[in-house]
């Protein structure tokens, strides 16, 4: 039978906290962050995650079930339907039509709640979700929680009379995986110091190198992207925003022998012919020894996307080595791009974007756990199972008067951690393009090295 160590392991297989350095809601630097949502991704586990919380219970108290919204809905759904204890959903803000109600379900007053939660914390907004609850004439005696961070919230709700369940606490998982070998002691030490209220020390992280990323990554265009700029000693990226074949060709033999990857916008192409634009340049590609990226920032549902990308005029999956993607379709939408590397847009670097924090939080949680995604366009840093693809650079630091707001090299891998820097104007509008992107491409490299120290 397994255990509730084993378990938890399954659990902790999907991601559900990472350690290191994070900024919670509050401002306060965490050593840990735990994010339990992708349980609801996987129902095997989040079935067993039912019945485990189901057994700490006195399950005779209860005649309804409630969860805090957003997170703790889905595992409050799969209780109900493991104990037969009917469901009521509590709204986080009223609907403006219709009923305007806070507490959607069948219930009566004078009923028991069991109010179920994801993580806790401080626990206030526990003691600001049950009163909304109690208006309806419902009771909450009882709260039942995964993970309790240890940070005086179930304290606090004892304190007020509510009892508390909890099936796991920060000390016992970090016990766990210190077992298993996936914490050492300076972890284990920060996170203690962090739980009994001092300021916790974090070393600035530092830059992975191109050898340890191209170790660690596994898909196929992202390891040849890592050696490329290991045998060139390049990490630049040109945009070919030209408007002619003849343009594009000329372009390509110019900054190929300094660049890791070409960026394209074929749709510009006014001359565009497949047999006379594409197969070309593929051989220039291979002459000099660089990736072929279309930045076609696709942005529709699969379907759409399959067709868009395999057919039409411009077959990109025929020739491309990387793609640009929106990831606001979904996780589903990104499984057709097959042969390819995917480079999601997980923000961009235009003047009043609207991919805020919310967004790109999500979409880089998108971009982690999808097999087709090698890495994303961001203007902040990513994970380290990410390559990270830095636009709008340019020597010069102010911007273009169109919105665009410019970097330096030595800006995005020093503060950025970037990998590789996207140069569109700096280049194809200097007056020697080769000579530029010489200039880029040494820039590059050496802003990359010092980041290393």
Known sequence: METKKEFFLECYELGIIKFGKFTLKSGIESPFYVDLR???????????????????????????????????????????????????????????HG???????L???????????????????????????????????????VLDRQQGGKELLESKGFRVHTLFNITEVCAILKEEGKLDDEEIGRINDFLSGNMVKFEDPKHLTYEYKLENLEHSKAK?????????????IASADVLTTKELHEFA???????????????????????????????????????????????DIGNTQDLQYSYGMYKISNWADLITSHVIGGYSSLDYFHNCGVIAILGMSSEGTLTDKN??????????????????VAQNELPEELLLFTPGVNMETSGDGKGQQYNTPDHVFR???????????????????????????????????????
């Open 99 to 105: 009923t305007k109600k806070m507490i959607e379900g």
């Open 38 to 96: 992708p349980l609801a991704s996987d129902p095997r586990i989040l079935k067993k995650l039912a019945n485990y919380m189901l057994e700490m219970l006195p399950l005779d108290n209860f005649d309804l079930i409630c969860g805090v919204p957003y997170a703790a809905l889905p595992m409050a759904t799969a209780m109900s339907l493991e104990s037969y204890l009917p469901l009521i959903i509590k709204r986080k803000e009223a609907k403006q």
């Open 253 to 299: 033999e110019k900054t190929g022998p300094h660049i890791v990857a070409l960026k394209t916008h074929m749709d510009v192409i006014t001359d565009f012919d497949y047999d006379q634009t594409i197969l070309p340049l593929i051989d220039i590609a291979a002459k000099h020894n660089f990736m072929l990226m279309e930045d076609r920032k696709f942005a």
């Open 224 to 236: 040849k992207l890592l050696e490329i700029a290991l045998e060139k000693k390049s990490n630049l």
């Open 415 to 453: 503060n950025l951690h970037t990998d590789f820097i996207i140069v569109g104007r700096g280049i194809y509008k200097a007056e020697n393009p080769e000579q530029a992107a010489l200039s880029y491409k040494i820039a590059g490299w050496e802003a990359y090295e010092a980041s290393l120290n």
């Open 107 to 145: 219930y009566r007053k004078g009923q028991n709640c069991l109010l179920v939660e994801d993580v806790i914390t401080s626990g206030t907004s526990l003691l600001e979700t049950i009163p909304e609850i109690e208006n309806e004439g419902i009771a909450v005696s009882d709260i039942i929680v």
């Open 359 to 376: 967004y790109r939080d999500e979409a880089t949680k998108i971009a982690q756990s999808h097999p087709n995604i090698i890495g994303g």
